[in-house]
């Protein structure tokens, strides 16, 4: 595939709004939530916090314990995001007292709650927010000293921005899957797959796009594996599927429905489709392997193979 930009305008007027959680295209075409609740369906504010899932700062705690509190890429800001797709003034959490308010600021790229540009937003306990690159968490509870610790806890097994689970995760659960299947004389395959020209992509688009694109990739994904199936991000573009108690040749078609349903998924970032094909490698477990890392090093290099032989397939 050579074209990467097919490119769609707005027709509506700049002006349209739909309130509650409707979408609007504005005159800078993008699209917007304003999300308006009945006073009595207001979370009222308790104790708040947000807390950096994926950044150069994870993990870090910002209280929200001031009646607002500024996010941008200035100096002054409260909140310091030092990133080129930042403003200097993003956005601004305001605490009323009865409820915590999200306000863009104008920003050229927007800002985002779970996945929405909004424009004001009341937040709610466990709104993921974007700023640029950067995705925080929001706390609010009577008690959020413990639900401050039980998210730094998941993030050692969950990628921040694609919410699968992260590559730390990944092998040991392999490593453990491996010892079991050797033990009981089990099934196991292994899947390993990544972004064709995924550089492209992000020099195309940006490096915003190129993060819609994993997460909206890893959302696609996790609707067809089963619940005993684990997906990671395993690093960059590259991800991996650990399949239990299925053999070589059941995993080489899961891994092809895999690559129809990526090749024919819309991946679209503001006004832009973005084609998206992955190469996928596949691996069943055998004698000669006796831990993760040469199960994985066999799949990968079946991953490699299907670069090789010119991307968008399956190598097993």
Request: with cysteine.
């Amino acid at each position: 595939m050579t074209g990467w930009i097919a490119r769609t305008r707005s027709t509506r007027s700049a002006d349209s709004v739909k309130i509650a959680g409707g979408l609007s295209d504005t005159g800078r075409n993008k699209t917007v939530v304003t999300a308006i609740s009945k006073i009595s369906d207001r979370p009222v504010a308790k104790e708040a916090c947000l807390v950096v899932i994926y950044g150069l700062e994870l993990g870090k705690k910002f209280n929200l314990n001031r009646p607002q509190i500024v996010i941008g890429r200035s100096s002054k800001a409260d909140i310091q995001i030092d990133q080129e797709a930042v403003s200097r003034n993003h956005c601004k959490i305001m605490n009323t007292g009865n409820a915590i308010m999200l306000r863009d600021m104008g920003s050229t790229n927007g800002t985002y709650v779970n996945d929405e540009m909004i424009d004001e937003y009341v937040l709610r306990d466990g709104d993921f927010i974007k700023v640029g690159r950067c995705i925080f968490k929001f706390l609010s509870g009577n008690n959020i000293e413990n639900a401050y610790h039980e998210e730094i806890y998941r993030l050692t097994t969950v990628d921040g921005l694609t919410q699968v689970f992260n590559r730390r995760y990944f092998v040991e659960t392999l490593e453990r899957e491996i010892g079991r299947a050797l033990r009981y004389r089990r099934d196991l395959s292994l899947i390993m797959f990544d972004i064709d020209r995924f550089k492209g992509v992000n020099d195309s688009f940006g490096h915003l796009a190129g993060d819609h694109v994993l997460k909206h990739l890893a959302s696609v994904i996790k609707t067809r594996i089963r619940r005993e199936d684990v997906l990671a991000r395993y690093g960059g573009e590259e991800f991996a599927i650990v399949l239990p108690e299925i053999d070589g040749y059941n995993a080489m078609q899961f891994a092809e429905k895999i690559r129809k349903l990526v090749e024919v998924a819309e991946f679209k970032f503001e006004d832009a489709i973005i084609p998206v094909t992955v190469s996928i490698g596949v691996a069943s477990l055998r004698g000669e392997i006796e831990d993760a890392l040469e199960f994985i090093k066999q799949a990968d290099t079946n991953l490699f193979a299907a670069k090789e032989a010119g991307r968008n397939r399956v190598v097993g």
